[in-house]
Every structure is written in C-alpha cells, then in structure tokens.
C-alpha cells in the first residue's frame, strides 16, 4: 500500500496545524460559524443532529494493523467507543468534541490517516474495488490509478470549490464491484488489443434526489492521458455546472441538459489542450505508484485444500461461512475473506474499538497486514489461505463478527438516518435492524439467496437505496415517518435504477412489506438459481404491486 513521503508528512502535519488554529479561534469567538464552516468541512469537520461528527478518509478502502488499531484508539479515547464505516469506504465518528478534533488529526497523521476532503465541494475520496489486487477476475489493480487521482485532487487549486461535491470510483475486473456508473466520474480499467493498459470512461451518474445512470464518453483513454482527460472533464464541468442551485448542481445534471454528445465534444475540444502538457502520465511515475501496490509473496499452501474440507464437512456453520464470506483469489491457495460488519439485528457498518483491534490483530496475523474496507460497509481480508481459515473464523467468533451473510438479505446498507444525522427524514437503523432480526435464521437467507436491500433516511442516498435489488427511502409525510419502497436497481457492471413500487409505508409495516416482496419473488422464480434481481427483470414491478396493495393501479408515492 502508499506510504507518504517527506512531501505528504509535511503537508498533513500543516494542515492539521492550521485547523488547529482555525478551531482555537472558533472556540474562542474570533471565528463566526459561518466562517468556520467552510473549514471545518475541508477537514471532514460536520455538526449534525446531536454533536459533531469527524469523517476519516480512507483512500480507495485500503489500510493496514496500525492504521486499523489507531481508528479503535481514536473511538475508544475520543469518541463513544466505535466507528461507523461508511459507503464511501470512509469511518465516521459522531460524537468528537470540537475541541478534540485538531488532536484526533495529529494522532491519525502519525499513521499516515488524514480527512482532508471528506466534504466540502471537492473531490472526495476516490473509491476503488474492495478485492482490488487479488481477484481472480481483474484486468488489473485499480489502486494504483485511485492513488494517482488522490495527489492530482487534493487541495486542487482550481477544483477545491467546484459547483458541488464530486465522487470518482475505479474498479479492475469485468464485475463491477465499485458502483462505475453512479458515480461523477467513473473508471473501468481494461486492456486494447495490443495489451495496453486504459480507461472506459463513465461520466455523469450519481443518485439523490435526481438519479441518473452514466454515460460512457470514452471507450479507450490509454493510460498515460488519466489526468489530462480527467482535468478537461472536471474544467468542463467547473465552468458550466449549476451555481444558483444545489439541486441541480452535480455534474449528472449538466451531462443531462446539455446531452452527452456536446459534453463529449467540448471535453475533447479541452483535452485537446491539455494532451501533450506537463499533466501526461510518465511511465516512470506510474511504475513508482504501482510498485507501492505490488502483492504480497504468497508461498503455495495446497495442504489447505484438503483441510477445507475436512473443517467444512464437521462444523455446518463454518461451511455456511466459508461459503457465504469467502470468494476466489488469483492465487488458488488463498481467498478473500469478507468481515461482516452486520450481525443479526446489529447496526450496519458499525465497530466497536474491541473489534477493530481484533481486525487489526487478525490482519497481522493470518491477512498479510492489509485491510480494505467496501463501499458495501464490510471489512475485507484480501489475502487469506485456506489454511488459515478455520482459526480466523474461531477468532472471528469470539468477537461477534463470523456473521455468514455477505450479498444476502441481512447484508443491509443503511446511513445513519435520522437518529444521528441533520439532513435526514426517516430513521434508518431501527429498519435495518427489524429486517434483520426478522430474516436472520441461516436456513431462511439460504433459501432467498443473494438479495441487495439498501437503506437511506432521505433523498441524499447516502444508503444507495436506488440501487438497492431493495431499496427503502426514508421521507416525511405530515410530520411522520414513511418508507418509498424501490425495486430493480443495481449496482454492478448491469447498473439500473430502482423504480418506485407504490406508496410507502409506516415503519411499523416496512418489514411486514419485506417479508411479503421475498415471498412474491420465492413463488414467482423459475428456479432456485433464478435470483432476485433477475427474476424481477424477467416479470417486472406488477406482480410485486399486486401483492402489495391488491390493487394494480397502485399509484407511486
């Protein structure tokens, strides 16, 4: 993984310095709030519904033990005793005292952790594949490219207060486990015909109040042309990006209005400036980022094979683990084990200090010292052998994270919501944590298979109910609670948009409602292979309407 230079350590440090100051003159009222507010925010900073809340940076996901054990010191010594890990692959703390923040960033500077631009209209933190560098299916490692865009983006003189907040994700592999296409920008590595490494380019998704999928506007961009495309995009977009009204100032908007032929025509008419400047990747440098990310050695482990085997066929709940948590690596001895941070009835996303010095621990041990955190809200062990699996889980056990649920219905994302945050309408939590409970027996998960349901207490869609097989979205309708249930949507290389089913729901019958949409889908599937999503592709919304509302006009919220 990166390692900062003198460059990096004497930036941080300065930056944390000068918030510092920025906080001692706030405390003292030399800083009005709205002045300070801009700053805070440039630093991660937010003050939501009951206190301030720090969002850390964690760039595309990856970290290692003693960045791990330093986020446990920072919700033990700071905070309440956890951390929430976020779909941006970021952690939030809510409940840091102003005062405490400039200590909680010199601390995080001194493992190379920081939270610059975890808000603000900037770039946020580019997220990459949660599996990157080890799957089977990878073209190539998307990290070194996200850590790339990290040094061009932070503190970009000319892109630090763009019209709104600006997202880039990057994957490797043909399955798309990043979410591309509701991004800003997105990037999907491939290779030409002559084995050059570049870029599919996708610009213009995003969800919230207005979701739109991407579109690509470059089949090809070689790899040594990244920043200088990416730099028209965004000069693009800077200059013509809605600044009289928020909702309608996300890049996605501009792609809309102005149509993805004239957007395409005017980034290559600014590329065509930019191609041959100082902004061209050299291959040096390239090389330089990636050697950071080179693998670890993996020594041959066959014996784990038949250990496997034999652990699976004696212990039912180890197997169910192993088969739910655990998924193919480059390297046939080893796999990618998948935390998960949603136990039954649990707060998605959620861990405590205990459990991430146990994570860190763990990594040390049996994961080669590297940790990723996934947009999905998980922890990932990229590299595991087989072997090693039967003692990891033990040790996994005695903490409450052997959870077997990764990609089935209890594997909920869900934001914050209303109990915490400020912006919200509707509670996501206690939601997430009924469905849960309701549908966490073993045998019932097994049999609805993979089942994507997604969770965000309002329009902003920090849960990505829009692309949610499921997606629930918490709004306000005469001072109550009230859930807009969506069907159909995804995320993956398929992306599609959920489509609203009807009118909502109290929160006392969104699980009953739930409960009613699996059992339309497990009477409807033409096989038990037939998963969710595709069969509601294959009979679309008016069965799930029917069942219901027992009214087929139903009428969306």
């Not at 206690?430 to 349901?453: C, D, H, M, N, Y």
């Not at 069907?487 to 609203?500: N, R, V, Y």
Request: charged letters at 25%; a negative charge.
């Amino acid at each position: 993984m990166y390692r900062y230079d003198e460059f990096d350590h004497a930036f941080v440090s300065g930056r944390v310095e000068q918030f510092r100051d920025q906080v001692e003159r706030r405390l003292s009222g030399e800083l009005a709030e709205d002045a300070f507010k801009p700053l805070r925010l440039m630093n991660g900073v937010y003050l939501q519904l009951h206190a301030y809340m720090l969002r850390v940076a964690i760039p595309y996901g990856t970290l290692n033990s003693k960045q791990m054990r330093m986020l446990a010191h920072i919700g033990r010594k700071y905070d309440r005793g956890y951390g929430h890990f976020t779909t941006r692959q970021n952690i939030q703390y809510n409940w840091p005292k102003l005062s405490d923040t400039p200590d909680i960033l010199a601390e995080l500077a001194s493992v190379e952790m920081h939270a610059l631009q975890t808000s603000g209209n900037c770039i946020r933190n580019v997220t990459a594949d949660h599996f990157a560098g080890a799957a089977a299916d990878e073209v190539a490692d998307p990290r070194p490219y996200a850590e790339i865009l990290r040094q061009w983006s932070s503190v970009h003189p000319e892109f630090s207060f763009l019209p709104r907040k600006f997202k880039i994700a990057v994957t490797g592999a043909e399955r798309d486990r990043a979410a591309i296409q509701v991004h800003d920008i997105g990037l999907h590595l491939k290779k030409n015909d002559k084995g050059e490494i570049g870029f599919a380019v996708y610009v213009g998704g995003g969800q919230g109040r207005t979701p739109l999928i991407a579109k690509k506007i470059k089949d090809f961009l070689p790899e040594q042309d990244l920043l200088s495309y990416i730099t028209a995009i965004m000069r693009v977009y800077n200059l013509h990006g809605r600044r009289d009204n928020k909702y309608k100032a996300r890049i996605k908007i501009l792609v809309h209005e102005t149509g993805v032929e004239e957007l395409t025509r005017q980034v290559d008419e600014e590329f065509a400036h930019l191609q041959e400047t100082e902004l061209k990747l050299p291959e040096s440098d390239v090389a330089a980022i990636t050697a950071y990310f080179a693998p670890p050695a993996l020594p041959a482990r066959a014996e784990g094979w038949a250990q496997l085997a034999g652990w699976k066929k004696q212990d039912e709940a180890f197997a169910r683990w192993v088969n739910q948590n655990v998924q193919p690596h480059k390297h046939p001895d080893y796999g990618m084990v998948t935390i998960s941070l949603k136990p039954i009835g649990g707060i998605p996303g959620d861990a405590s200090d205990v459990q991430m010095d146990v994570i860190a621990d763990l990594a040390e041990e049996f994961g080669n010292d590297e940790i990723r955190i996934s947009h999905e809200q998980n922890v990932i062990f990229p590299h595991v052998a087989l072997a090693d699996l039967e003692p990891l889980y033990r040790a996994l056990t005695a903490h409450g994270l052997e959870t077997a649920n990764s990609n089935l219905i209890t594997d909920i994302i869900a934001c914050p919501g209303l109990d915490y945050c400020a912006l919200a309408n509707a509670r996501s939590i206690p939601v997430a944590q009924e469905i849960s409970t309701r549908f966490g027996a073993p045998e019932r998960q097994a049999e609805i298979g993979e089942l994507k349901i997604k969770i965000s207490g309002c329009i902003n869609a920090c849960g990505h109910h829009h692309v949610g097989h499921i997606g629930l979205l918490g709004v306000e309708k005469k001072g109550a609670e009230l859930y807009q249930i969506t069907l159909g949507g995804s995320g993956d290389e398929h992306t599609s948009i959920g489509e609203i089913i009807g009118r909502g729901f109290e929160p006392a019958k969104v699980t009953d409602a739930i409960e009613t949409i699996v059992d339309t889908y497990l009477g409807l599937r033409q096989s038990k292979d037939e998963k969710f999503l595709d069969a509601y592709r294959r009979v679309g919304p008016q069965p799930f309407k029917d069942a219901l509302y027992g009214d087929a006009k139903a009428e969306a919220a």
